[in-house]
């Protein structure tokens, strides 16, 4: 089973503070995917990274996948109150399954 | 464009009773998951369809677990009879063909709301 420790497990932060959270595992994935999840709803796709030191930029959000592809790191500018929520990681190794990460649950404080 | 929807939103059965989650993916999407997380853990996958055939079944509990998807269209996730460890919430995904180059595939897989399954 492929483990997949996102880092911290719950954050608060002030409304405009820059956040990061951290994405780890000890496997190598062919792709990582960034979710966020809100109560009563499913995981919603944020972003797909596919080569290993990709960074991409979504307006305030930058995901970025490790050179070895078996981290990924999601930082947040100057965070909004609409950015709370729960944010997973989860990890592709082929044409099947994904691995989820542990989960971050944010919240940001207005 | 409808999203993946699934049904009942909540089911409160009693253990050794039988429920049946349904899922309808995104029209078009041949790739179907199934997945579930129970409490205080993350989201473990279950099984994997490619129409209406079996891809990847390895995560899926014991044989008291059965999913179908005739037809290749939507699918049902039968659970008979129930324990109580089997509460949790059950996620419905889709994907379309995977694309990639020969070996690298990617699966962006689209969520459902879940189905709240809670044993008594």
């Known amino acids: 089973t492929q483990l997949l420790e996102q880092s911290p497990q719950f954050l608060s932060i002030q409304e405009g503070e820059n956040l990061t959270v951290y994405c780890n595992s000890s496997?190598?994935?062919?792709?990582l995917q960034w979710y966020r999840q809100e109560p009563g709803e499913g995981p919603v796709l944020l972003v797909t990274?596919?080569?290993?030191?990709e960074v991409k930029k979504l307006k305030r959000l930058t995901f970025q996948f490790g050179d070895a592809r078996k981290d990924s790191s999601l930082h947040i500018t100057a965070a909004q109150p609409g950015d709370t929520g729960l944010y997973l990681c989860?990890?592709?190794?082929?044409?099947?399954?994904?691995?989820f990460g542990t989960g971050t649950r944010l919240t940001v404080i207005p | 464009e409808a999203g993946v929807t699934q049904f009942p939103s909540h089911s409160v059965i009693e253990k050794g009773q039988t429920v049946t989650l349904r899922c309808d993916p995104i029209?078009?999407?041949?790739?179907l998951y199934w997945y579930r997380r129970v409490m205080g853990k993350e989201i473990k996958f279950l099984l994997h369809?490619?129409?209406?055939?079996?891809?990847?079944e390895s995560g899926m509990p014991n044989n008291r677990f059965l999913a179908e998807r005739t037809g290749g269209t939507y699918s049902t996730l039968k659970v008979q009879p129930a324990e109580l460890e089997d509460s949790g919430v059950y996620f419905c995904?889709?994907?379309?063909?995977?694309?990639?180059?020969?070996?690298?595939?990617?699966?962006?897989?689209?969520f459902g709301p879940g189905t709240r399954l809670t044993v008594t």
């Open positions: 995904a889709s994907s379309t063909r995977l694309a990639g180059g020969v070996s690298l595939l990617i699966s962006e897989q689209y």
């Open positions: 496997s190598v994935f062919s792709s």
């Open positions: 990274v596919v080569t290993g030191g």
């Open positions: 989860a990890g592709g190794t082929g044409a099947n399954n994904l691995f």
């Open positions: 029209s078009g999407h041949d790739n």
């Open positions: 369809f490619v129409k209406e055939s079996k891809q990847d």
